[in-house]
């Protein structure tokens, strides 16, 4: 007698007379990814740098001179520009003009432009973890390579050792 049970997914499992239980974990339990530390991957890193690197240089022009205009913000932050425009305008209070960008707050404009900094520094951090990371994963492909080939010459003296005594033996 075959009876029939709904899973969870709605999957029907058919038995034959028990009653047990079938258990399948999902599949994803069985193959995991691998851990990825929540990194951005390295060209990401370097938009993401050169971006907060530029919206330093139109904040430092902003504080200088309180105005900067279109032509001068495109000059210094190239095709950033528009989204460095509104950033500072959402974050920092800005007023935005058909010719360019204004903004009087200092204490917006050096909190914004010490937040950039702090980011620039943590990429340049993880930039730097990355590079380490490959080096030593490098150094590790070496001393792989080189027991591989200790344990290859070990198999091979102990196959012509074999032999020898085989040999010897013979006489």
């Known amino acids: 007698m075959a009876s029939h049970r709904r899973r969870r997914n709605d999957q029907i499992i058919i038995t034959q007379g028990s009653n ?3 258990h399948h974990r ?4 069985y193959h995991r990814e691998p851990a990825t ?3 951005k991957p390295i060209q990401e890193m370097n938009e993401s740098k050169r971006k907060l690197i530029a919206t330093v240089k139109v904040i430092d022009i902003l504080l200088e001179q309180k105005r900067i205009s279109n032509d001068q913000g495109t000059s210094v ?3 950033y520009w528009f989204d460095i425009k509104m950033s500072i305008r959402d974050k920092c209070h800005a007023d935005i003009y058909k010719d360019g960008l204004s903004c009087i707050f200092q204490e917006s404009l050096l909190s914004y432009k010490e937040k950039c900094i702090d980011r620039i520094s943590n990429i340049e951090q993880q930039e730097h973890e990355s590079k380490l990371d490959e080096k030593y994963k490098l ?3 070496k001393y792989v390579k080189r027991a591989y080939i200790i344990s ?3 198999i091979i003296t102990s196959i012509v050792s074999m032999i020898i005594s085989a040999i010897a033996i013979a006489r």
Not at 26 to 29: Q, R
């Open 20 to 22: 047990r239980t079938h």
């Open 26 to 29: 999902p599949i994803n339990e």
């Open 37 to 39: 530390y929540n990194r």
């Open 77 to 79: 932050s190239g095709g």
């Open 139 to 141: 150094v590790n492909i």
């Open 152 to 154: 290859i010459i070990s």
